[in-house]
């Protein structure tokens, strides 16, 4: 059953800042955690709300962001801010993408990944006219404070360089989300000025514009680990900690074994099936899903690839973008797929690579098999029919096909198409030459007695 889409909700993802601690070339937004762009987290928040818009803000490498957030949502749309010049200004440049849009706008910060859906639920949902996502702070720092009257509604926001010591001693923050309707922010981003301590357009001085001309401003608060930013490096490790620690969990609530849990890495998109087994030292890269039931053993690296219930992989397996294995498949240790359907039963144990490639039901990969799939500068196919058997250290080299219930001897290097049910053998025939070895090394070892 589709959503059905809420119009009402429109979101800003702000993502122009340089990140200088970061000391990158990289934009920060683009630094991963949990194996994507950190932008990711922020989008897939969005898509939560099921937005009628979202639009990124980019400044620095604007070109690069602009060109990730394209590949992770299709529906986002980018405002460029050429100069930095405050979080107002650069919820400014994002108003010409809104125009014709009156609902609610929330305002995201592309490098705080994890503020929860049921967070951005209570701000869409909530009925003041601007509203702002707080959390006490354990050590405020210079995070901006939320004055609040008694009950609890909220007067202004005071940025920490503009703050005096009894505005720095209340331990209410902005975490940056904010949420205000299309009208009321379009009004006072309008009114921003630039004079204050930093000589920035404040985003955060919006609500005290609004509250003076008589709107209500208000603060929803949530826990201070789901205001987490990233600013340099040692945040970055920081944030991936808190995102494994918080997948693990919710794996093993979900129903799945984890031998170790923490030493298996997930990706912010691994969907695994209950009753599924995950050994120690597993890493899932972006765009995995394990059905119910299936077993990847110690050590193993996927990405891009589903696992069908009753499979095992690894250990020491490597699934790469394109490995589909259907189920009961048995992939063991030091075999990598890459691009290549493996349907029900296959077996493919040991020491293989199978690129660009279909294997058909119950067909057996000996050891050693390699689909030699590249010439250099192109590649090709391999395609093996069902119940066949690869015999051990095959060549199969691409374009080739090999039949159903047909058989490859040992050794072999397959360059033409084999028929079903036919046995190929490319390989240099065998000869044995009697008492050769014994006389071999007698001769070897009067040599070397020879030398002394
Ligand atoms: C901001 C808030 C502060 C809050 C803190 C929470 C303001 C004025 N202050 O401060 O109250 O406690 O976040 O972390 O809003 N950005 C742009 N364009 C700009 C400036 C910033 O896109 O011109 C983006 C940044 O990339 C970043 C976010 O906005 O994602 C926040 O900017 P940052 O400079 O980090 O704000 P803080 O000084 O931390
Ligand atoms: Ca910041």
Same mark, same amino acid.
Not at 170 to 175: E, T, V
Not at 192 to 196: I, K
């Given at each position: 059953m589709a959503d059905q889409e809420n119009r009402d909700i429109a979101v800003v993802i702000l993502a122009? !800042?340089? !990140? +200088?601690?970061?000391? +990158?070339? @990289?934009?920060?937004? @683009?630094h991963k955690v949990g194996a994507v762009p950190m932008v990711s987290h922020a989008l897939a928040a969005a898509r939560s709300l099921n937005p009628a818009r979202t639009i990124v803000v980019a400044g620095h490498g604007a070109e690069a962001v602009t060109k990730a957030v394209a590949k992770l949502d299709a529906e986002a749309q980018i405002a460029l801010q050429?100069?930095?010049?405050g979080t107002g200004h650069a919820v400014a440049q994002a108003l010409p993408l809104l125009e014709g849009f009156d609902g609610r706008v929330i305002v995201l910060y !592309?490098?705080?990944?994890?503020?929860s859906e049921d967070t951005l639920a209570a701000l869409a949902g909530h009925d003041a006219d601007v509203i702002v996502l707080g959390f006490e702070a354990a050590d405020p720092g210079r995070y901006g404070r939320l004055v609040t009257d008694a009950e609890g509604n909220l007067l202004r926001i005071v940025e920490f360089k503009d703050a005096d010591d009894a505005t720095r001693a209340?331990? =209410? $923050?902005? +975490?940056g989300v904010m949420a205000a309707d299309a009208a009321l922010l379009r009004q006072f981003v309008g009114q =921003? !000025?630039?004079?204050?301590a930093s000589g920035e357009y404040y985003l955060t001085d919006v609500p005290g514009l609004a509250r003076d001309a008589g709107h209500r401003a208000a603060v929803v608060t949530c826990d201070e680990a789901e205001t987490l930013g990233v600013n340099s490096r040692t945040e970055l490790a920081k944030a991936e900690t808190i995102f494994q620690t918080r997948r693990r969990a919710e794996a093993l609530a979900d129903g799945i074994t984890l031998t170790?849990?923490?030493?298996v890495f997930f990706a912010l998109d691994t969907r695994i099936g209950r009753d599924a087994i995950i050994g120690p030292n597993v890493v899932f890269g972006p765009g995995v899903t394990i059905e119910s039931e299936a077993e990847v053993l110690a050590f193993c690296h996927l990405e891009g690839c589903h696992v069908s219930s009753g499979a095992t992989v690894g250990p020491f397996a490597r699934l790469r973008p394109g490995a589909e294995l259907g189920g009961d498949v048995h992939v063991g240790n030091f075999v990598e797929i890459k691009n290549s359907v493996l349907d029900e039963g296959v077996k493919v144990g040991h020491l293989t690579y199978l690129g660009d490639a279909h294997v058909g039901e119950r067909t057996n990969i000996g050891a050693g #098999? &390699?689909? $030699?799939?590249?010439d250099g500068v192109m590649k090709h196919r391999t395609e093996i029919g069902r119940d066949a058997f690869i015999g051990s250290d #095959?060549? @199969? &080299?691409?374009p080739v096909s090999i039949g159903d219930g047909a058989l490859t001897g040992s050794g072999s290097v397959i360059t033409q198409d084999v028929p079903a049910e036919a046995l190929a053998l490319g390989r240099a025939r065998q000869v044995v030459k009697p008492g050769l070895a014994a006389r071999l090394f007698q001769a070897l070892r009067e040599a070397k007695a020879k030398k002394g």
């Open positions: 122009a !800042g340089q !990140g +200088s601690r970061m000391l +990158s070339d @990289l934009p920060k937004v @683009l050429t100069e930095q010049l !592309g490098d705080t990944p994890f503020i209340i331990r =209410l $923050c902005n +975490s =921003l !000025g630039n004079d204050n170790a849990p923490d030493t #098999t &390699v689909t $030699c799939n590249y #095959t060549m @199969l &080299v691409a």
